[in-house]
């Protein structure tokens, strides 16, 4: 048994599938198929159930694959003390967590298994911060729904996915006894929103996006300090808020999520990297990412709503 063997094993379970595996290893899939089987052959055991779209651990696999990651990562380390590398490799990453809610964590396992001497770094940072840490060189990938960071000069940006705004409100407010909420019924219904200060696009946004129904927000409160302050304002002031729909997993159960219907146009989240000294590790977690969206919107979006409202 080689360190390849264990590495080549610790791809594939960690992307489920050996085409993938493959494509992130450099090696072609028949050969990464060999390789894997000449190890369950020496273990004499099956590590990995293939199937049809995917490969799954068996039992036995899912021992030796926390194994194989420990014995990894320690064969890395040795490596960086006899070259005299002090410290592991970072990979700075801001972002917003409404928008990377349910893909975040797969992707990060992923990254980790694959390459396992990468320390990873995430700032949950409103807009402003990441402009400022971005223009100073401190971030490696950006991942934000605001528009206005688009423009934000040096960086490179492509669609990471797009997500659905939803009101959010007590369960005590009169929304929440509907279903899905006519954008109209805003009308004159007090409003909390993030601040211009942190989030300079977002009271914009909003106003875009209920303008062609004839609305115009009243907000009553702006919040700087991001959602995990604007939930208990909206219980204080008893108002709603237009948030992105992955604000449903980072909420209290004090609170609930409703779809709009007509549905709002969908905002669109963003994955920056500078354009120069471009981290190689960022172009592989946002690859990641995307993986990981592609797996969610293969379940149909009717089960995931089941879960966002409750």
């Known amino acids: 048994m080689e360190l390849r063997h264990l590495r080549y094993f610790a791809a594939v379970a960690a992307h489920g599938s050996f085409n993938r595996a493959a494509g992130a290893l450099h090696l072609t899939q028949p050969a990464l198929s060999r390789q894997v089987k000449d190890l369950e052959d020496e273990l004499g055991v099956r590590l990995l159930a293939r199937g049809k779209n995917a490969v799954t651990l068996t039992d036995a696999g899912e021992l030796f694959y926390e194994d194989a990651r420990d014995l990894l990562a320690r064969a890395d380390q040795a ?11 970072v990979l700075r990453v801001g972002y917003a967590p409404s928008a990377t809610a349910g893909i975040m964590s797969g992707a990060l ?3 980790q298994a694959a390459a396992p001497r990468v320390r990873i770094e995430l700032a949950d940072l409103s807009s402003r911060e ?3 840490q971005a223009r100073d060189g401190l971030l490696d990938l950006l991942i934000t729904p605001d528009a206005a960071l688009a423009d934000l000069p040096g960086f490179q940006w492509t669609e990471l996915r797009r997500i659905m705004p939803v009101l959010v409100m007590p369960k005590s ?3 929440a006894k509907l279903k899905k909420i006519a954008p109209s019924r805003l009308r004159d219904v007090p409003l909390i929103g993030l601040g211009r200060e942190n989030y300079p696009d977002y009271v914009r946004m ?3 996006l209920l303008k062609p ?3 115009t927000p009243r907000f009553v ?5 991001g959602v995990s302050t604007l939930f208990p304002a909206l219980e204080a002031n008893h108002a709603v808020a237009v948030l992105g729909d992955g604000v449903a997993s980072l909420m209290p159960r004090t609170l609930v999520v409703r779809p709009f219907e007509p549905a709002l146009p969908e905002i669109s989240v963003k994955l920056g990297m500078p354009e120069i000294r471009a981290s190689p590790h960022a172009a592989t977690f946002a690859r990641l990412l995307r993986d990981e969206v592609l797996s969610r919107e293969a379940i149909p979006r009717g089960q995931i709503e089941k879960v966002a409202v409750r």
Request: glycine share 6%.
């Open 206 to 208: 909003v106003r875009a």
């Open 130 to 132: 990441m402009n400022e």
């Open 221 to 225: 409160a702006l919040i700087n300090d």
């Open 79 to 89: 490596v960086q003390r006899l070259r005299g590398e002090s410290r592991n490799e």
């Open 213 to 215: 129904f004839g609305i």
């Open 109 to 111: 396992e992923k990254l």
């Open 173 to 175: 407010h009169p929304l």
